[in-house]
T-cell receptor, first 110, second 118 residues
Framework: GQNIDQPTEMTATEGAIVQINCTYQTSGFNGLFWYQQHAGEAPTFLSYNVLDGLEEKGRFSSFLSRSKGYSYLLLKELQMKDSASYLC???????????WGAGTKLIIKP | GAVVSQHPSWVICKSGTSVKIECRSL??????MFWYRQFPKQSLMLMAT?????????EQGVEKDKFLINHASLTLSTLTVTSAHPEDSSFYICSARVPADHSNQPQHFGDGTRLSIL
């Protein structure tokens, strides 16, 4: 079957670094997406990884290891506005449907 | 680029009313759009995949006669919740992706519609 696991909730301090992990099991692999969703709002796209390694985009970086079925989102210099849920997702099939993780709620404390 | 507009943002109506939600791709043509539902503190649940010019594909457990989807043009898909009841109250979100033969194109989301049935 196809499955995605993420921690339910994490807490971090403003200005610190946090790593949000995602493990997946899929029959095939066509990349992995990370999205951010603030409470009451729709998700917004953060990153896409299809090759192994780290992709850096400003304060946010995303890492992928295909052999381990593992990805993480790294957030640096945390700001209060980073408090949100972070969802990882993988394409399901050729119709580009996504399988979504349940999301990790990140709580930032001053 | 890749902006998706969803309307209305909020709907409050009486039980038994049918509600139509529109999803438009503003600066690109979307042959495929996706409709999700999200209950409080839960993850996104894909309801159906809307295909321009053909029938939508519904996920298991989603009633196609209850949730009518029409994708009549390359920029517009509509979801109609027929005879809505309080249990249909939820956050409905649509998304679309820029057509490409590679899976690296992300889904871009509308702002969502919060539906409350009294």
């Amino acid at each position: 079957g196809q499955n995605i696991d993420q921690p339910t909730e994490m807490t971090a301090t403003e200005g610190a670094i946090v790593q949000i992990n995602c493990t997946y099991q899929t029959s095939g692999f066509n990349g992995l997406f990370w999205y951010q969703q603030h409470a009451g709002e729709a998700p917004t796209f953060l990153s896409y990884n299809v090759l192994d390694g780290l992709e850096e985009k400003g304060r946010f970086s995303s890492f992928l290891s295909r052999s381990k079925g593992y990805s993480y989102l790294l957030l640096k210099e945390l700001q209060m506005k980073d408090s949100a849920s972070y969802l990882c997702a993988v394409p399901r099939d050729s119709n580009y449907q996504l399988i979504w993780g349940a999301g990790t709620k990140l709580i930032i404390k001053p | 680029g890749a902006v998706v507009s969803q309307h209305p943002s909020w709907v409050i109506c009486k039980s038994g009313t049918s509600v139509k939600i529109e999803c438009r791709s503003l600066d690109f043509q979307a042959t495929t759009m996706f409709w999700y539902r999200q209950f409080p503190k839960q993850s996104l649940m894909l309801m159906a995949t809307s295909n321009e010019g053909s029938k939508a594909t519904y996920e298991q457990g989603v009633e196609k006669d209850k949730f009518l989807i029409n994708h009549a043009s390359l920029t517009l898909s509509t979801l109609t919740v027929t005879s809505a009841h309080p249990e249909d109250s939820s956050f409905y979100i649509c998304s679309a992706r820029v057509p490409a033969d590679h899976s690296n194109q992300p889904q871009h989301f509308g702002d969502g519609t919060r539906l409350s049935i009294l």
